[in-house]
């Protein structure tokens, strides 16, 4: 493959156009969106803004494809995704460059995340054909004879919704077309306005592995235009939302007997005891906090520490926080970029004000330039402050000193969130008090919250979403049992 690959997705003025019916079709709408990139504001590229009666043709379209596509053997399914897998592999280096530039993600991450979408592809192409169903003997309930058999085999549910987000948008795309795929379903992928550039080279990175026409449909524009639209869409039967807890509730109320993925906000504690290996622990608070700027869900945002060890923490954070790079990107060792837009930025300088205003203590950062927030701490935060409860998104943790374990529960478990928390102890037995009291969908014993490894169950609770996922519980989630029985009346 050439650096012609992927010419088929954009015109000669940098319009994307949209995958219909496995080939790039241009908007009749007439319009589009720019996409400027947040490193230096320049122009990347524009995608369509398409309209409802397009978005019905997609949805449409893939309702078509799928009927045939739930036919084809699992086998002959796996060989596609594992040819995507390869194709991703492959362009790494091409398509990271322009994850970099769109996102403004650091190259090194650019690259992981590229690498890691191909492994969840490739993995989820082999668990599909690990799947199996079950017979259950009739006799087995009380008062039945054993002349009924049940066959259970799992079904795909028809046509998915995959709306992906900004910060992930091939990893977080990939991860519900993979699985929706392979269990015989169609998917119509409406990727994030800043990330949707990134996320049509992933629907390209399909098409070129040889999926069927329809089979995989992507649907670009403003989610005010189209975004209802598609959701409450009659002929939609699965939608795999990733994003801001406010729009998925917003889904939620707005789509009536229609199943839910949605994996949403948090605002994830790292508890810290008395006991725990500070050097670890600092290690795993800076990386979990910091990466790609604070903007993931699973950041850590915010440090419940034992009032006798804050001290130590403290110093050891500030030491390692005030080490970490600031700036471009696509510039080697730069952790911190610059955030997604102004407003962004602008809610995390929001919280600063807060924070400061209310007495915190900032010990490191609380600077800005442009969309770039230099990284931050504060201690001394108390729990009248926004910093201690919302979501920044942003390269900003804030220190709340503890007094017992139960505070450290009692606070954590207030958050209307409940994504992941962090316990760092070198006591077992506390460890696992804290965990079976932590109101969260996972717990993490001395290591950062985090998604992964992408088999294991990934859910969150309260405000932080609906459903399960990870590889083969994702799969089943866009598939269901059915049962045949056989009734076999000669039988006594």
Sequence with gaps: MTKDTFKNLKDENKTYKNLYDGYWKESKSGKYTEIFSPIDNSLIGKIQSMNKDEVDKAIMNSKEAQVLWQEIPVNRRSDILNRAADILYEKAEELAEILTMEIAKDRKSSISEIQRSADYIRFTADAAKNLEGETIPGDSFPGTKRNKISVVTRVPLGVVLAISPFNYPVNLSASKIAPALM?????????????????????????????????????????????DYSVTHKEVDFINFTGSTEVGQHISRITTMKPLLLELGGKDAAIVLEDADLDITVDNIVSGAYSYSGQRCTAVKRVLVMQSVADMLVEKLKDKISKLKSGDPREEAVIITPLINKASADFVMGLMEDADKKGAKLLVGGKRDGNLVYPTLYDNVTLDMRLAW??????????IRIKSIDEAINIANESDYGLQSSVFTKDIDKAFYIANKLEVGTVQINNKPERGPD??????????????????????????????????????
């Design 183 to 227: 269990a015989g379903n169609s998917v119509v992928l409406k990727p994030p306005t800043q990330g949707a550039i990134s996320a049509l080279y992933l629907a390209e990175v399909f098409n070129m592995a040889g999926l069927p026409k329809g089979v995989l449909n992507t649907i670009t524009g403003r989610g005010s235009e189209i975004g």
């Design 390 to 399: 919302e979501e920044p998104f942003g390269p900003i943790l804030p220190i």
């Design 455 to 492: 088999h294991f169950p990934f859910l969150g609770v309260k405000s932080s979403g609906m459903g399960i996922q990870g590889i083969r519980y994702s799969i089943e989630a866009m598939s269901r049992p059915k049962a045949v029985v056989f009734n076999l009346n000669n039988v006594e």
